[in-house]
């Protein structure tokens, strides 16, 4: 059984760092590409960032360019996103989605999510 | 930068047919994928690549796209399809994925 489980999220104040973790399980990690997908309270999904299977193609959304980071370990079967110079609008539960296929593929597979607060 | 849009909101009696629209330019041209959210749930992949359904997904889902508009179809409506649903592409201009607003399905 595919299993995606997020863990890190919690509360921040503005300008902190916070580096949330998706632990895979039930298939081979290594052989997907993966997301983050997030979405802020009672708003719609918003594309965060997507990594290759090999981590050779990364892209981010422009929101969080320069300020957040992917990056995946396949040893580990883990999918990370460092996130730095957190601000309010940076509020949303964190979704890792399994990508079947490149950057044209559905997301098939979803975590159930972890909640990241940026508050004083 | 790529806009999907969708309507808010779209009302449906049970057991008619429920159909959610996401316009886009030229997005007859892109693989359009939807998704299922219901409240405290992570999203559900309902159709991909416009008209295919995974496995597990009822018949009663379907999709199609063609020049700026792609549309899920959900027929014979029943009030476990009351939920958010979400169109998504792949922008290549810009190397970015992109997510429709949302439509909030309520059976009546």
């Known amino acids: 059984e595919v299993q995606l489980v997020e863990s890190g999220g919690g509360l921040v104040q503005p300008g902190g760092s916070l580096r949330l973790s998706c632990a895979a399980s039930?298939?081979?990690?290594?052989?997907?590409?993966m997301n983050w997908v997030r979405q802020a309270p009672g708003k719609g999904l918003e594309w965060v960032s997507y990594?290759?299977?090999?981590?050779?193609?990364?892209y981010y959304a422009d929101s969080v360019k320069g300020r957040f980071t992917i990056s995946r370990d396949n040893a580990k079967n883990s999918l990370y996103l460092q996130m730095n110079s957190l601000r309010a609008e940076d509020t949303a539960v964190y979704y890792c989605?399994?990508?079947?296929?490149?950057?044209?593929?559905?997301?098939?597979?979803w975590g159930q999510g972890t909640l990241v607060t940026v508050s004083s | 930068s790529y806009v999907l849009t969708q309507p808010p909101s779209v009302s449906v009696a049970p057991g008619q047919t429920a159909r959610i629209t996401c316009g886009g330019n030229?997005?007859?041209?892109?693989?359009v994928h939807w998704y299922q959210q219901k409240p405290g749930q992570a999203p559900v992949l309902v159709v991909y690549?416009?008209?295919d359904r995974p496995s597990g997904i009822p018949e009663r889902f379907s999709g199609s796209n063609s020049g700026n508009t792609a549309t899920l179809t959900i027929s014979r409506v029943e009030a476990g399809d009351e939920a958010d649903y979400y169109c998504?592409?792949?922008?290549?201009?810009?190397?970015?994925?992109?997510f429709g607003g949302g439509t909030k399905l309520t059976v009546l």
């Open positions: 989605a399994r990508g079947v296929r490149g950057v044209i593929s559905p997301f098939d597979y």
């Open positions: 998504q592409v792949w922008d290549s201009s810009s190397d970015h994925q992109v």
């Open positions: 039930g298939f081979t990690f290594s052989s997907y590409s």
């Open positions: 690549d416009d008209s």
């Open positions: 030229n997005i007859g041209s892109k693989s």
């Open positions: 990594i290759s299977s090999s981590s050779s193609t990364i």
